[in-house]
């Protein structure tokens, strides 16, 4: 049955309330102002920016599977803040301040997301509390003193991060070998699941056709070829992120890498009461391959990480999405920093691809002559980028001056990756070495320089 398929992509989609039956098909052919391929986040924040404006646009989105049923009902669960891509980058593209607005309206965002939340009554678990950067050895506490000092330098201070010692962790999550870290109150904890389903009823409620099961087979100039009909538009809005790599001519476009998740049964009081971690901040440790996770709101724990996998030509396939090895290390994990829930059942693993752009940065782009809007490459950040970066598309369309229409990402295209098996190759080898670097560091307590031989193929962090 599909909603069985769909409820185990995740235990996210899985705690939906609602069937995961789809909505209707496209069948036949469709005149609108604006068509946008895919139902994630990306698409459905640009959908919701141009219904609720007033503006009164039809609107219409087309989707392979279901809403969400992609990276947007798999991810963590953290709307963080942070930019999406490098700074170093942007900077040259479009200066010094630029960047420093870019940093800010991340920022904002997060409470406007809050906001939509509330005001749509979208019943997802929502709360904003901060995070942990959580280091458990002397090179990962250099690196997070390294971050913070970044911050300082693009002029956030310290009510917007800050370094925090092992005690102050303690006193609100007890996580085992905490030496310190970091903590940003830019940050909360939701489930992604019931937000993009809520999401997409709001866009429905405001006016917007949400057809599932309608891949897009192509995307041409104003119009968008599916298997049952054709939606022509005066723009079309490429929200695919990693699945782009399927459409013609797109294969190199992101390098499709899959992250994978586990997560507990519901623990027990007594477990939490040892635990701590009642206003459920966000974690992430500081390893190469580095593992995050959050309190869910039904009181698991789920955690991820521990590094991404990439199959051969960038295929995407459901049945790679559960990995032994993976759910081991991350079993471990979940032992080792919380020895409490040692003993919890694991009830669910479950693994997404991400788009990661070959400069991992994110870019908004309209084409007027074509009418074909593109956005996506979020590599991390993608609860809260898709969000600023379906309100910047929509003041793009409509062709309102807005801040966000000057920000950096606006008008970026990242270069194409290089063909296989470069790919792969490369892939390989900086798995390799990032996990042989934090293997010599846990070890050793001394920092390593073999990262070095892969420094220009990691994203910023």
Same mark, same amino acid.
């Given at each position: 049955?599909?909603?069985?398929?769909?409820?185990?992509?995740?235990?996210?989609?899985?705690?939906?309330?609602?069937?995961?039956?789809?909505?209707?098909?496209?069948?036949?052919?469709?005149?609108?102002?604006?068509?946008?391929?895919?139902?994630?986040?990306?698409?459905?924040?640009?959908?919701?920016?141009?219904?609720?404006?007033?503006?009164?646009?039809?609107?219409?989105?087309?989707?392979?599977?279901?809403?969400?049923?992609?990276?947007?009902?798999?991810?963590?669960?953290?709307?963080?803040?942070?930019?999406?891509?490098?700074?170093?980058?942007?900077?040259?593209?479009?200066?010094?301040?630029?960047?420093?607005?870019?940093?800010?309206?991340?920022?904002?965002?997060?409470?406007?997301?809050?906001?939509?939340?509330?005001?749509?009554?979208?019943?997802?678990?929502?709360?904003?509390?901060?995070?942990?950067?959580?280091?458990?050895?002397?090179?990962?506490?250099?690196?997070?003193?390294?971050?913070?000092?970044?911050?300082?330098?693009?002029?956030?201070?310290?009510?917007?991060?800050?370094?925090?010692?092992?005690?102050?962790?303690?006193?609100?999550?007890?996580?085992?070998?905490?030496?310190?870290?970091?903590?940003?109150?830019?940050?909360?904890?939701?489930?992604?699941?019931?937000?993009?389903?809520?999401?997409?009823?709001?866009?429905?409620?405001?006016?917007?056709?949400?057809?599932?099961?309608?891949?897009?087979?192509?995307?041409?100039?104003?119009?968008?070829?599916?298997?049952?009909?054709?939606?022509?538009?005066?723009?079309?809005?490429?929200?695919?992120?990693?699945?782009?790599?399927?459409?013609?001519?797109?294969?190199?476009?992101?390098?499709?890498?899959?992250?994978?998740?586990?997560?507990?049964?519901?623990?027990?009081?007594?477990?939490?009461?040892?635990?701590?971690?009642?206003?459920?901040?966000?974690?992430?440790?500081?390893?190469?391959?580095?593992?995050?996770?959050?309190?869910?709101?039904?009181?698991?724990?789920?955690?991820? #990480?521990?590094?991404?996998?990439?199959?051969?030509?960038?295929?995407?396939?459901?049945?790679?999405?559960?990995?032994?090895?993976?759910?081991?290390?991350?079993?471990?994990?979940?032992?080792?920093?919380?020895?409490?829930?040692? #003993?919890?059942?694991?009830?669910?693993?479950?693994?997404?691809?991400?788009?990661?752009?070959?400069?991992?940065?994110?870019?908004?782009?309209?084409?007027?002559?074509? #009418?074909?809007?593109?956005?996506?490459?979020?590599?991390?950040?993608?609860?809260?980028?898709?969000?600023?970066?379906?309100?910047?598309?929509?003041?793009?369309?409509?062709?309102?001056?807005?801040?966000?229409?000057?920000?950096?990402?606006?008008?970026?295209?990242?270069?194409?990756?290089?063909?296989?098996?470069?790919?792969?190759?490369?892939?390989?080898?900086?798995?390799?070495?990032?996990?042989?670097?934090?293997?010599?560091?846990?070890?050793?307590?001394?920092?390593?320089?073999?990262?070095?031989?892969?420094?220009?193929?990691?994203?910023?962090?």
């Amino acid at each position: 049955m599909l909603d069985e398929r769909y409820r185990s992509r995740s235990l996210w989609l899985d705690g939906v309330p609602e069937p995961l039956a789809p909505r209707p098909a496209l069948c036949g052919d469709l005149d609108c102002d604006v068509t946008i391929v895919g139902a994630g986040f990306t698409g459905l924040w640009t959908a919701y920016a141009l219904a609720t404006v007033g503006a009164g646009l039809r609107i219409v989105v087309v989707e392979a599977e279901i809403a969400g049923y992609g990276a947007s009902g798999r991810n963590a669960g953290f709307v963080s803040a942070g930019i999406a891509g490098d700074a170093a980058l942007y900077e040259r593209r479009a200066g010094r301040g630029a960047v420093d607005r870019a940093e800010r309206e991340m920022i904002r965002a997060i409470d406007e997301i809050g906001r939509v939340i509330a005001a749509e009554s979208i019943d997802c678990g929502y709360v904003k509390s901060g995070s942990f950067r959580v280091a458990t050895s002397r090179p990962q506490l250099e690196r997070v003193e390294a971050a913070v000092k970044r911050a300082r330098s693009r002029g956030l201070d310290e009510e917007d991060v800050r370094l925090v010692t092992a005690g102050e962790i303690r006193s609100q999550i007890r996580i085992e070998g905490a030496l310190g870290g970091s903590y940003t109150p830019h940050c909360g904890r939701v489930d992604p699941g019931r937000l993009v389903r809520g999401l997409a009823a709001a866009c429905e409620r405001h006016g917007v056709t949400i057809c599932e099961r309608s891949p897009a087979r192509r995307i041409e100039p104003r119009r968008v070829v599916c298997e049952d009909g054709v939606v022509r538009a005066g723009v079309v809005v490429r929200a695919t992120e990693s699945y782009t790599t399927r459409l013609p001519g797109e294969l190199r476009r992101y390098l499709p890498l899959l992250s994978h998740m586990i997560a507990t049964e519901p623990l027990p009081q007594a477990v939490w009461n040892e635990i701590g971690w009642a206003e459920a901040q966000p974690i992430a440790d500081q390893h190469y391959l580095f593992v995050y996770g959050q309190r869910t709101p039904d009181g698991r724990i789920a955690i991820g #990480g521990a590094g991404s996998s990439y199959r051969l030509g960038g295929a995407i396939r459901e049945r790679d999405e559960q990995r032994a090895p993976v759910r081991a290390r991350l079993e471990a994990a979940l032992r080792r920093y919380f020895p409490p829930a040692a #003993g919890a059942r694991v009830t669910h693993h479950w693994g997404g691809p991400l788009g990661a752009p070959r400069d991992w940065s994110m870019g908004v782009s309209l084409d007027r002559r074509s #009418g074909l809007l593109t956005l996506g490459g979020y590599t991390g950040h993608g609860v809260v980028a898709s969000h600023l970066a379906g309100r910047t598309a929509a003041d793009l369309i409509l062709e309102r001056e807005s801040e966000l229409v000057t920000l950096p990402w606006v008008g970026h295209r990242s270069p194409r990756w290089p063909p296989e098996p470069a790919r792969f190759l490369g892939a390989r080898a900086t798995l390799a070495v990032l996990a042989s670097a934090d293997r010599y560091e846990d070890r050793t307590g001394r920092a390593t320089r073999r990262v070095g031989l892969v420094r220009r193929l990691l994203p910023p962090r």
